[in-house]
T-cell receptor
Framework: AQTVTQSQPEMSVQEAETVTLSCTYD???????LFWYKQPPSRQMILVIR??????QNATENRFSVNFQKAAKSFSLKISDSQLGDAAMYFC??????????????FGEGTQLTVNP | GAVVSQHPSWVICKSGTSVKIECRSL??????MFWYRQFPKQSLMLMAT?????????EQGVEKDKFLINHASLTLSTLTVTSAHPEDSSFYIC??????????????FGEGSRLTVL
């Protein structure tokens, strides 16, 4: 079974600065997806960024980028120019590409990000 | 993006009663929906996978007689918490995948439903 670990329960960053959230995972599969989701106080899950394991290039979405290290099974999220609206709980998630998995997501424990003005 | 709607967003019930939570895909058809449970400041734990027209697949440790899941149409899945007790109080979230995108498709999440059992 796959596991996802986020070792930082809480992080804080000053507005306009950069912060990196860590995520490691364990799997025996070679092809899979990795995601970062944001859950603001409204509790709505919002997809931040997605990485396909077979792609070596790190995904980027505006101020959000990842550092995907497949051999190390590491998938960190970098938020640049942090904004107050970035404050939320961030979840790292794994999804197998195996047909038997049915697209289920396995989530990490989450990292609560605080952005200080 | 696609929209998934949950109803009700907040429900309070008495111990021993049953509560139904609906999850609807508003602008796409979903052959598969997922139900998660989230305790305060914790992660999302998958409870079951709901497949249209067939029985749900429950995760280990989830009581299928306690948490009844029905996926009778391509746009609606329901979770019924039967004989609810205070320990069932939690935040329940559903997610769905557009069947046209296949297994690679993005999952869309509902807004969640907060259940409080008195």
């Amino acid at each position: 079974a796959q596991t996802v670990t986020q070792s930082q329960p809480e992080m804080s960053v000053q507005e306009a600065e950069t912060v990196t959230l860590s995520c490691t995972y364990d799997t025996s599969e070679s092809d899979y997806y990795l995601f970062w989701y944001k859950q603001p106080p409204s509790r709505q899950m919002i997809l931040v960024i997605r990485q396909e394991a077979y792609k070596q290039q790190n995904a980027t979405e505006n101020r959000f980028s990842v550092n995907f290290q497949k051999a190390a099974k590491s998938f960190s999220l970098k938020i640049s120019d942090s904004q107050l609206g970035d404050a939320a709980m961030y979840f790292c998630a794994y999804r197998s590409r195996e047909e038997t998995s049915g697209s289920r997501l396995t989530f990490g424990e989450g990292t609560q990000l605080t952005v200080n003005p | 993006g696609a929209v998934v709607s949950q109803h009700p967003s907040w429900v309070i019930c008495k111990s021993g009663t049953s509560v139904k939570i609906e999850c609807r895909s508003l602008d796409f058809q979903a052959t598969t929906m997922f139900w998660y449970r989230q305790f305060p400041k914790q992660s999302l734990m998958l409870m079951a996978t709901s497949n249209e027209g067939s029985k749900a697949t429950y995760e280990q440790g989830v009581e299928k007689d306690k948490f009844l899941i029905n996926h009778a149409s391509l746009t609606l899945s329901t979770l019924t918490v039967t004989s609810a007790h205070p320990e069932d109080s939690s935040f329940y979230i559903c997610s769905a995948r557009d069947y046209r995108t296949g297994r690679a498709g993005e999952l869309f999440f509902g807004e969640g439903s907060r259940l409080t059992v008195l």
